[in-house]
């Protein structure tokens, strides 16, 4: 997983914006995404970068409208006001923030690439990739679904191995052994060799018309399927 310096049982709770600019500069942590503790579809993510000169950036799906009014978009904002980017943080730090390093991601066809993988009773059974032109490659924030071959194909030239990826998502998916159904966010290292879990989702199934991995447990059946399949009968 990517290394945050707010979780663990010693780490001090992030306050507001003076607590993430402290975190920004750190060794290693110039770029962090942070995380609503309580949320899901990337509402209120942000991914925050720096520069020299003490610039700052935000890429997020919140909208900060001029009477300082925050509201959930489908299109993605960036600002580069620091005053801005504070007002959204001291908003949204009370009710929790998790800031994690933000890692280089491998590419595909230019774009920055992850995959979200469907584990159903402890088997990935689903895999989508998702690319998108900027950090947040959420399907319905505008990101696009890429080529799975090309995935595949990729991390074998590597001299890596499909299946152990996708065992990364199956582990991930063991520490919520009372959860039947979660998406994992895989996050492939640039170069398509070694992969870390950015999330586990207990709602990641919607996924319409994607079919189960060829030679899997749910091979040409949808996501809702394969969790029905997996009910226990009498």
Known sequence: VPPSPTSG???????GWPDLREILGRPGLRRVFAKPAHGSSASGVLAVETASGGRVRATTS???TPSGALYNSLRLHRYEDEAAIAAIVDALAPDGLHVER?????????????????????RATHAVVRTAAGPLTNLHLGGSRGDLAAVQAAVAAAGGS?????EVCE?????FPGTPCVGVDLLPAAGWRRF?????????????GLAGLPGGPAEGTDTYGAQV?????P
């Open 9 to 15: 049982a010693a780490a001090p709770p992030l306050r």
């Open 196 to 208: 870390a879990v950015g999330e586990v989702n207990a709602f990641g199934d919607l996924l319409p």
């Open 162 to 166: 499909w299946r152990q990826a996708l």
């Open 171 to 175: 582990r991930a998916a063991a520490v």
């Open 102 to 122: 933000w890692l280089p991601k491998a590419s595909q066809h230019g774009r920055s690439a992850d995959l979200r993988v469907v584990v159903v009773a402890g």
């Open 229 to 233: 399949a997996a009910l226990p009968h």
């Open 62 to 64: 919140v909208e900060l």
